[in-house]
Each structure stands twice: as structure tokens, then as C-alpha cells.
């Protein structure tokens, strides 16, 4: 046997931290914020210039917002902005940009129709003193996650309700005061209301305080230094965590207004330096305490009330203090959950501490738990504050904490460990890679590592370029972890890191599903992006069976439950499906592998599509084709401009006249081709079209048919009215014209279809499984036989006008297109199925990459039934994908 160390000497990186590389953990400012919106963006702030800048996840496009007036005219008087955060709804964002001499700026976006479009809604100046530390929005909507059970559940609601403001904003600024910024529903500015957290204070919207509120004690002006702000389940408070030191002792009482509402006027700033005086040097180390104040919002019917009553201090005789973040305790399902008797936890704050030993070596960490509970023993209900545990780590460093309830109802955390030691790099990959630290699921309040779960390491391409993750994001799923370098470190280095992964399996220890399968069906159920899960499930790495099993059970999970929107669910979970295969296509290099992947999300997409059409169909209807049509017909009705309505609908009708045409020629060329050997061996057929699978499932047939009776209708309305204009003539003429020479007969093949949905009766196991692969089953091979000589020896189907188009008898006009070239496949509107009439800027499918100019200007309004239709596609695609602007875009 040969020996492993003979020839030449395998070279290895190592990588040990120094202290000055985690020394940002106690820097507060070097800190650079990162945000994952529920669109998939990942929002972080830009290295050098005052501005946050977008990254589209799996996606290589950036981009960046616009800039506020102030940063727009003199950006170098800004810093980057050191707070950003996401609104419940996705569509509003916050930022906050220090100033360089100048006061400070807060920004509000509001999010366009396309997710890398923000537009600045408002701006505001803070003043000097007065710069924000912490911000969290209200408004959280009610979480899906998984109960014991493995099924989905829903989550009570997050935080005080919202009422009185459609957006709530707290922030935490330094003079240690709390301010709430909302808007109302009926208003275009946001309003801002402020009390102080040193004492116990209130004010109201509609009464405007005069009296200044001191943020100074005995021993002069305090400020603070790190803030959290922690919202719990089925609770009205707000909990605010803040450490702060002394500054300076203030000579005068000074005119305050700590935040300018008035939108670019001349904030009255201090002019006298004497104003502050310095303290002492050794007075400027920050409290070796943690105040706790509780925050109560409000609304009278008038206006919002804003109200704060402090709590003792928590005393932490610790070292240097490194992070702090609230985590919401899991609430009881019912009061039978209640294991303990006494107060139970509403909230944990978790807070981290590093001891530098001297600066000599690598610094030891501890993280210590806080519980804080409701009183009710006493009149009026006050919260106790208690510490839960305390957890030292000798051989490793605590870098980041995170708050983490995506996967099972239990109090977790999401932390993150270097190692204080060198690590060889990982062997046997194309790219060697440097594992650094650890990645971990804590449960609270023991700390430690939650049971079932690994470790995942946080790994590093280059040991000369290792980046110490500090601030972090989980993605809207939880399935991924984003992290960026400190701001002391150029140029920003964004990475993403997968998270530890929940298996479930039954009391024998069988594997049963994927953690996979619970969060997607939670995500559609809660119609947010799923492009963090189908991240890890495109990888080549991932077994296309693996998948095809996780989509199986998450179909299995939507069925499963009837909540009334069986149609919306399955058109979500269409979407799904064309991300999924269409994804693993871009990244695979097998071709025939590739050309497999894209029939299947094809497939999906048409039927999205078909369900689509059906849905303009019935609003354009309005309950009787013939008194609409008769309208159209007779020039007169609703619309100013009648024809508008009547073409788009021709053009859907082309659309779904061209996929019936497919279908029925490859029922002909299946059926012509006879009986194969393998048909009587289920399971060993792996040549069936994946576009039977409308003829095989029952959802899908039943999609196909209701397209057929929508174009159906619309054609015989159309041959049973008499036009009175030129122009109603040509559109009557072309559409029939189309149908008559497709060579389907839609009646007869509709009488054949109802016989086939019979003899379905409903959706099995290899049915489900053939919708989520998008392929039939081999064991479906037998009724497919039975289906395509059905349809293929009927009388729906005249051959001869099916595979032979006039078109292609002519010559010379080869290129002529008829009926706004609706037989081209590319170029065409995925929304309208029409052809773009210009060169104009098109927005793309973040999932498909179909293109729309539904938005351009140019485009002159069509009938207010369409445009009802159209209107619903402004935010999402057919597919359910989100919009960006600029070309096609590929996952990284």
C-alpha cells in the first residue's frame, strides 16, 4: 500500500484570527447593515458612498437606489448609511445616513412594481446627538411555520396592532428617546411622535410637546451606544434593550428637536461649542448595564398615543459587551400547552460579551439569556426580568446572533462561531475551501445546540481573504444565511451561507421528508418567493429525485388541506414548478439533461398561462358573452375604444388555439406510432411527453377543458352576430378564420375530454408525483394508450388541417404574420400574447423571464374589462414571479 505522505507534499492554507480582525465585534460603527426582503433582494450598504445598494438572489444583478435631495447634491457631506430595514409589506424601506459635519438623513423608499425600482418617498435631517441606533417596523403579518404534527400552522399575530396607520415605524436614537413614525391611510406624509426612555413618558399625535425632554442625569448628557428592539406574540408592548455611556455635561438646556419632519427645511442646529463640555476621558466607557424600557403604542380613535415606562437596569458584570438581540418566546398553541405553572416567558434577550485578555491572544466569548415575563400578580401588570442561563466559549468566538422561528415552533436562535484555531482546507473539490467557523441553531433559554441539528461550517475560498461575518440576514424562507464584511474592510465581501436543515422521520428513525417540504409549503401558503429553497434544490449537487420527491409532498401537503383556495394553490404551486426546472436547467451542462428540464418548466408555464386565460375570459364576460360582444359588434357600449377588447381576447384565444394544436398532433403521433414493448412493463418508460400530463391529471384536465369552452363560446358568440363596422368584420373574419383552419374540432374533442375526466376520478399518488415532476409516470403509461387513440381515431381532429398550415403551401410570404403574429413563439407578450410593439424598456420575469410592456406609456388604454384583468399582473407574473427591469437575467 502505498503511503499517503510519498511524493510531492500536498500544500495546505491555514488561517488563525488575530484580535484585531474580530475587534469590530465591540465597534459599533464598523458594523455594515444587511437586509433579505421577501422578494429576494438582498440590500446592504454600499462600502464608501452614502448608499444602499441591491443584490437580486440567485440572480447576478445589482443595483442601486436613488439618493434622497441632500445625498443626490453634496454626497460626500454622508456616510454609508449604517441602519437599513424592511417593512412588513416589502415595499417600504428605511435607511439611515450619518453626517460628515452636516446633520444626519433618514430616507423612506417605497418599492415600484419591479423589485430593483425604489423610488424616495420621504426624507428627513436628524440632528447633531440625535442619530438613530435601532429600528424596527410594526405590522408584522401572522407567520406560517410547523407544528409538532409536521403539518403548517399559522402563528398569532407579532407585536401591537396596527390600527389608526397602514405603517409603523419605531427607531431608537441616540439622546435615548423612542420615536414613532407612521402614516396614516388616507395620508401621503409620515407623522412622527417621540418620548424619552430615561423616565417614564407619554405624548400624543394631536398635542404637540413643548417642553424638551432632558437626556442628562447627575453626571451629565447620556447617549446611546447599541439599542434593541424586541416585539413578542399576542403582547401590546414593545420591549427596547439600550447600553449608553456619558458624553458631556450640558451648560445650558439647549432647544431641541431632535428629528426635522419638514422635509428639507434648514434644521436650527446649536451654535455655540461651549454648549458641551467634555468629561473626563475615563468617564467614556459605556454602563456595565443594560436598561430596559417597555414602549406602548396606541390609537384613541384620533390619534396615535405613544407612552414608555422604564425597567431596573440589568446588571452585567461581564466584560466587553458585543450584541444584543430579542428573541419572541414560543407562544402555547392553548393554554394546555402551558407546561409550567407561574409566569411564562414572553421574550428573551440574548446578549453577547468578548474578553480581549490584554489583546494578546484570540478573545473567549459568553452569551448570556434574559427572560422577561408579565407580572400578573400584582394591580397593574409589570414585566420581571430574569437571567436564564449564561453559556462561556473557550476555544471559540461568537460573532453574530440572529432570531430564528421558520421551522418548528420553538424558541431559537440563529449563532454563528470562528474558531480560535487553524484549519486545514477541505480536500477533493475543484475550489478548496477554509472552513472558519460554524454556523448553529440554539434553543432558548439553555443555549444550547438544538436537538436533531448540525452544525454547518462557514466556509472561505481564500485563507488570504478570510471575511469574519458580523452582521447577517436570513433569507425570507430561512433556508439561507447572507452575511457582509465589517466597513472596515474594502471592498464589501457578500456572502451566502446555507443553514442547518431539519430532517423528519418517524419513531423508528425512517427517513420521511426533507425540512424542505413544510417550509415551501408554508411559503406558498403565505405567497412569498421561494428562490431561497429552490436555491439549494437547483444545485446539480441536489438529486433531481431528491426534488421531485420534496415538490411531491409539498403538493400532497396543499391538497391535504381544504382552506377554499384550491385554484390559488395550485396556480402558486405551478410557479414553483417553473422555477424549480427552470432554474436547474441554466445550471446544468448536460445538454439532453438541459433540453429535459426545459420541457417540464415549459409545461408549467403553459399551464399557468391557460389558467390565466381563462381568468380574462371570465372578467371580460361579465356573466353573458352575447351582450358584450353585441356591444362590441354594434360599436357601442362601456368602452370608448370597443375594439381594444375584443383583440386582446383574439389573441389569447390564437394563444390557446396553438397549445391545442400541439397537443392533438403529438396525441397523433403517439397513437400512429402503436403499441410499444415497454408499455406493458410500468415503470420502464422514460419517453412520454411531458405535455400529457394534461390528459393524465385532473387539475390540469380540467384547466384544458374550461380553455376549450372559453374559446368555444367566444367563437360562436362571434359567428352569430352581425358586425355593422369594418373593423368589427376583420376581427369577426380573422378569429373564425383561425379556428376553422387549426384542425381541431372544439366541440367534438370537448365530449372526449369530459369521457377521459371521468374516468380519472380524482388525483392519486402518481398523479401528484407526475404534476410536481411535470412528467408522467411510467405506471400512467397504459391510460395514456387509452387517451391518444381515443383522441386521435375521433372525429375532434382533422389532420391533414393540422399538420398542413396554408401558409405553408404559399410561397413568397413566408414571413406574413396573421393575427398580430400570434403563431410566433418567441417575442411575445407573456401577459397579452402579443407581439411588442417596440423597442421600449420590458420588464422581466425574476422566475420564467417572460417579458411584459403591460407598464409602457405608449401603449393606449384598452377596455376597462381588460384592463381589470391586466391590472392584476402588475406586481407578479402569470407564473406568480416578480418583476425587474433590464435584460434576462441568469442564477449565479
Not at 464598523?30 to 462600502?47: G, Y
Not at 407623522?191 to 424638551?212: F, G, Y
Not at 455635561?249 to 461651549?274: K, V
Not at 453574530?400 to 480560535?420: E, H, K, M, Q, W
Request: negative net charge; hydrophobic residues 40%; contains cysteine.
Amino acid at each position: 500500500m502505498t503511503s499517503p505522505f510519498k511524493g510531492k507534499a500536498k500544500e495546505e492554507d491555514h488561517w488563525q484570527p488575530g484580535w484585531w480582525q474580530l475587534h469590530p465585534l465591540v465597534e459599533s460603527c464598523f458594523h455594515r447593515p444587511v437586509v433579505w426582503t421577501k422578494a429576494s433582494a438582498i440590500l446592504f450598504a454600499h462600502p464608501t458612498r452614502p448608499a444602499v445598494v441591491g443584490h437580486l438572489f440567485p440572480s447576478s444583478h445589482q443595483f442601486q437606489l436613488d439618493s434622497p435631495a441632500p445625498i443626490a447634491n453634496t454626497p460626500a457631506s454622508y456616510e454609508p448609511p449604517t441602519i437599513i430595514s424592511i417593512a412588513p409589506n416589502d415595499f417600504s424601506l428605511f435607511a439611515y445616513f450619518p453626517g460628515v459635519d452636516v446633520p444626519g438623513l433618514m430616507c423612506i423608499w417605497t418599492r415600484g412594481a419591479q423589485v430593483d425600482t425604489w423610488n424616495v418617498t420621504e426624507w428627513m435631517q436628524v440632528s447633531r446627538g440625535g442619530g438613530v441606533i435601532a429600528s424596527a417596523w410594526l405590522g408584522q403579518s401572522r407567520e406560517w411555520t410547523t407544528d409538532t404534527s409536521r403539518g403548517t400552522i399559522r402563528l398569532p399575530p407579532l407585536g401591537p396592532p396596527t390600527t389608526g396607520a397602514t405603517l409603523i415605524l419605531t427607531i431608537v436614537t441616540q439622546d435615548m428617546q423612542v420615536h414613532i413614525i407612521h402614516r396614516r391611510s388616507n395620508a401621503l406624509k409620515f407623522t412622527m411622535i417621540t418620548c424619552s426612555l430615561m423616565h417614564p413618558d407619554e405624548a400624543h399625535e394631536l398635542k404637540p410637546r413643548t417642553i424638551p425632554q432632558s437626556t442628562g442625569g447627575p453626571e451629565g448628557l447620556r447617549e446611546c451606544v447599541s439599542a434593541a428592539i424586541g416585539i413578542a406574540y399576542n403582547e401590546t408592548s414593545i420591549m427596547v434593550a439600550t447600553r449608553s455611556r456619558v458624553t458631556s455635561t450640558p451648560t445650558t438646556q439647549p432647544t431641541f428637536s431632535s428629528i426635522d419632519m419638514s422635509l428639507g427645511l434648514p434644521l436650527p442646529m446649536p451654535t455655540e461649542e461651549s454648549d458641551f463640555q467634555p468629561l473626563d476621558w475615563a468617564k467614556w466607557v459605556e454602563d456595565a448595564s443594560i436598561e430596559v424600557c417597555e414602549v406602548r403604542v396606541g390609537y384613541d380613535g384620533q390619534g396615535m398615543l405613544l407612552s414608555t415606562h422604564p425597567l431596573p437596569p440589568i446588571e452585567c458584570h461581564h466584560q466587553q459587551f458585543s450584541k444584543m438581540v430579542f428573541v419572541p418566546a414560543d407562544p402555547p398553541a392553548s393554554s394546555e400547552d402551558k407546561q409550567v405553572p407561574g409566569p411564562v416567558a414572553k421574550i428573551y434577550l440574548a446578549a453577547s460579551f468578548v474578553d480581549f485578555e490584554e489583546y494578546q491572544s484570540v478573545p473567549k466569548s459568553e452569551l448570556v439569556v434574559y427572560a422577561l415575563t408579565r407580572n400578573e400578580s400584582v394591580g397593574h401588570p409589570d414585566w420581571l426580568i430574569s437571567q436564564a442561563s449564561s453559556r462561556s466559549f473557550a476555544s471559540e468566538v461568537l460573532t453574530f446572533l440572529c432570531p430564528y422561528n421558520i421551522y418548528s415552533r420553538t424558541n431559537t436562535l440563529v449563532a454563528g462561531f470562528v474558531r480560535d484555531t487553524m484549519m486545514p482546507t477541505l480536500a477533493g473539490k475543484r475550489k478548496p475551501e477554509l472552513s472558519t467557523g460554524d454556523i448553529r441553531i440554539l434553543q432558548l433559554p439553555s443555549s444550547n445546540v438544538l436537538e436533531g441539528w448540525s452544525s454547518v461550517p462557514i466556509l472561505s475560498t481564500n485563507a488570504q481573504r478570510v471575511s469574519v461575518p458580523f452582521n447577517v440576514a436570513l433569507s425570507p424562507n430561512g433556508v439561507l444565511l447572507c452575511t457582509v464584511s465589517p466597513s472596515s474592510l474594502l471592498p464589501a465581501h457578500v456572502a451566502v451561507h446555507p443553514l442547518p436543515r431539519l430532517i423528519l422521520s418517524d419513531p423508528s428513525g425512517a427517513l420521511l421528508a426533507s425540512g424542505d417540504v413544510p417550509t415551501l409549503v408554508s411559503a406558498i401558503r403565505s405567497r412569498q418567493t421561494v428562490a431561497d429553497i429552490i436555491h439549494r434544490l437547483s444545485l446539480p449537487s441536489t438529486p433531481l429525485a431528491e426534488v421531485e420527491d420534496v415538490l411531491f409532498r409539498a403538493i400532497s401537503g396543499l391538497e391535504g388541506r381544504d382552506d377554499g383556495l384550491r385554484s390559488l394553490r395550485l396556480h402558486d404551486f405551478l410557479g414553483v414548478l417553473v422555477e424549480v426546472y427552470r432554474t436547474r436547467a441554466q445550471r446544468v451542462h448536460n445538454d439532453v439533461e438541459k433540453e429535459e428540464l426545459t420541457v417540464r418548466w415549459k409545461t408549467a408555464q403553459d399551464l399557468c398561462s391557460l389558467m390565466a386565460c381563462h381568468g380574462a375570459f371570465d372578467d371580460c364576460e361579465n356573466g353573458d358573452f352575447g351582450v358584450f360582444y353585441g356591444q362590441f359588434m354594434s360599436g357601442v357600449g362601456f368602452d370608448r375604444t370597443p375594439t381594444d377588447a375584443v383583440w386582446p381576447l383574439s389573441r389569447l384565444s390564437a394563444w390557446t388555439m396553438d397549445f391545442l394544436e400541439n397537443l392533438m398532433k403529438e396525441c397523433v403521433l403517439e397513437g400512429d406510432s402503436g403499441p410499444q414493448e415497454s408499455d406493458a412493463q410500468p415503470g420502464t418508460i422514460a419517453d412520454i411527453l411531458p405535455i400529457f400530463i394534461y390528459l393524465l391529471h385532473p387539475e390540469a384536465l380540467t384547466r384544458l377543458r374550461t380553455s376549450i369552452a372559453d374559446v368555444k363560446r367566444f367563437y360562436e358568440t362571434l359567428g352569430r352576430l352581425n358586425a355593422s363596422g369594418e373593423t368589427a368584420q376583420l376581427a369577426k373574419n380573422i378569429l373564425i378564420d383561425y379556428v376553422d383552419s387549426s384542425g381541431v374540432n372544439l366541440k367534438e374533442l370537448d365530449n372526449i375530454l369530459v369521457q377521459i375526466s371521468e374516468e380519472l376520478k380524482g388525483s392519486n399518488d402518481d398523479m401528484r408525483r407526475s404534476l410536481a415532476s411535470c412528467h408522467p409516470m411510467p405506471s400512467l403509461s397504459a391510460s395514456l394508450r387509452k387517451v391518444v387513440t381515443k383522441i386521435s381515431e375521433s372525429k375532434a381532429i382533422d389532420k391533414p388541417r393540422l399538420f398542413i398550415k396554408p401558409s405553408d403551401l404559399v410561397t413568397g410570404i413566408a414571413s406574413m404574420q396573421l393575427l398580430d403574429g400570434s403563431r410566433m413563439t418567441e417575442s411575445r407578450d407573456i401577459i397579452s400574447k402579443g407581439q411588442f410593439l417596440n423597442q421600449s424598456q420590458k420588464r422581466v420575469c425574476l422566475r420564467c423571464g417572460g417579458k411584459t410592456q403591460q407598464s409602457d406609456g405608449r401603449v393606449k388604454p384598452l377596455s376597462l374589462r381588460w384592463m381589470g384583468w391586466e391590472s392584476q399582473w402588475q406586481s407578479r407574473c402569470i407564473c406568480g414571479g416578480l418583476w425587474a427591469t433590464g435584460p434576462a437575467i441568469l442564477p449565479v
